[in-house]
């Protein structure tokens, strides 16, 4: 199963660029790697979806090596409102089933 | 274009009892998603439906079922309700890729479940 492993937390201030990094050792060779923001009581939304080396959208960019082993999304210049959990996903496959397996993602807290 | 939507947003029963949860897909998606999320956890998933059949399920007992319809909403039955069922319970549509890899999903805003 490809696994998803991220910080628990972490903290910046505003106007500050943010990296959260995300690692995903066994993920499938066609698998692409998403990211999601989620605030409380609302359902995950879409942020930025790469496969390898760099995708950039209106929000963020993400940042994929060769290896695919890891990805970094990178959000520019937060604002309080960036203040939510980030989630970062892989495909699951096993025996021929696939499915999106979710990790505990990431708190990020912009301060003031 | 309307998004997901699901209802009810809030529901309180007890335990012991049945609940029935719907789900409406993004415009064009056919395939539905179920997620459990407990407070302060991630998603946990439950089941995928394409084409009104069961295509995936996650790690959840036969208490949790589905349905989905020819228009391709979906619906998510709870039986015997136990207390730990409390969660908000989320519906992501996607539109299926030929391959069945990854998939953009598209999430409502969820049914808050309080179970007594």
């Known amino acids: 199963l490809a696994k998803t492993t991220q910080p628990i937390s972490m903290d910046s201030y505003e106007g500050q660029e943010v990296n959260i990094t995300c690692s995903h050792n066994n993920i499938a060779t066609n698998d692409y790697i998403t990211w999601y923001q989620q605030f409380p009581s609302q359902g995950p939304r879409f942020i930025i979806q790469?496969?390898?080396t760099k995708v950039t959208n209106e929000v963020a960019s993400l940042f994929i090596p060769a290896d695919r082993k890891s990805s970094t999304l990178s959000l520019p210049r937060v604002s309080l409102s960036d203040t939510a959990v980030y989630y970062c996903l892989v495909g699951s496959r096993m025996d021929s089933s696939y499915k999106l397996i979710f990790g505990s993602g990431t708190r990020l807290l912009v301060r003031p | 274009d309307a998004g997901v939507t699901q209802s009810p947003t809030h529901l309180i029963k007890t335990r012991g009892q049945q609940v029935t949860l719907r789900c409406s897909p993004k415009?064009?998606?056919?395939?539905v998603s179920w997620y459990q999320q407990a407070l302060g956890q991630g998603p946990q998933f439950i089941f995928q439906y394409y084409e009104e059949e069961e295509r995936q399920r996650g790690n959840f007992p036969d208490r949790f079922s589905g349905h989905q319809f020819p228009n391709y909403s979906s619906e998510l039955n709870v039986n015997a309700l136990l207390l730990g069922d409390s969660a908000l319970y989320l519906c992501?549509?996607?539109?299926?890729?030929?391959?069945?890899?990854?998939?953009?999903?598209?999430f409502g805003s969820g049914t808050q479940l309080s179970v007594l």
């Open positions: 790469g496969y390898k």
């Open positions: 992501a549509s996607s539109l299926d890729r030929e391959d069945g890899t990854n998939e953009k999903l598209f």
């Open positions: 415009s064009g998606h056919d395939t």
